[in-house]
């Protein structure tokens, strides 16, 4: 996911759109081109092409796809997931439901399955959540 900081949008910012693209798919179908198209300056912030954007949406978990092997496929979130739900939410709940600080190497691996994310991807959902924060190495709960 190179490219998530740069063009002088925040790695936060970044992800925060992303989040928003996965909401609107749990809305709305949407074909790849309508998906490249609407959030075209967004892509060429993170140095993605058709090829990428493409990729990130199939890694999604509970993406529904359809016309899948076409130039131009169309992408749902299924009803399996909500569509609220984000890193930094999920992430919370994993270092709740471990009872206490997690390094953050740990909590890759303590993510639900499917889920494709970086370590900055974390530490940037981390310190956009009012919950959590990151001392050192390890994430925890702000209570």
């Known amino acids: 996911l190179a490219g998530l900081?740069?063009?002088?949008?925040g790695m936060a910012d970044n992800l925060m759109e992303l989040q928003t693209i996965r909401k609107d798919l749990a809305a709305n179908?949407?074909?790849l081109d309508q998906v490249c198209q609407d959030r075209?300056?967004?892509?060429q912030r993170l140095g993605w092409d058709k090829h990428q954007v493409r990729l990130w949406l199939r890694s999604l978990p509970d993406m529904e796809l359809q016309d899948g092997e076409g130039d131009d496929p169309r992408y749902r979130i299924g009803l399996g997931a909500p569509p609220t739900d984000d890193l930094g939410e999920t992430i919370a709940r994993v270092?709740?439901?471990l009872?206490?600080?997690?390094?953050?190497a740990q909590l890759r691996t303590k993510l639900p399955p499917g889920l494709v994310v970086t370590d900055p991807m974390i530490r940037a959902a981390v310190q956009a959540h009012p919950r959590l924060s990151l001392t050192g190495p390890l994430v925890r709960?702000?209570?």
Do not use: D
Request: charged letters at 10%; glycine letters at 16%.
């Open 5 to 9: 900081a740069s063009g002088g949008i």
């Open 29 to 31: 179908a949407r074909t």
């Open 99 to 104: 009872g206490g600080p997690v390094p953050l």
């Open 40 to 43: 075209s300056l967004l892509w």
């Open 95 to 97: 270092v709740e439901a």
């Open 141 to 143: 709960l702000v209570r």
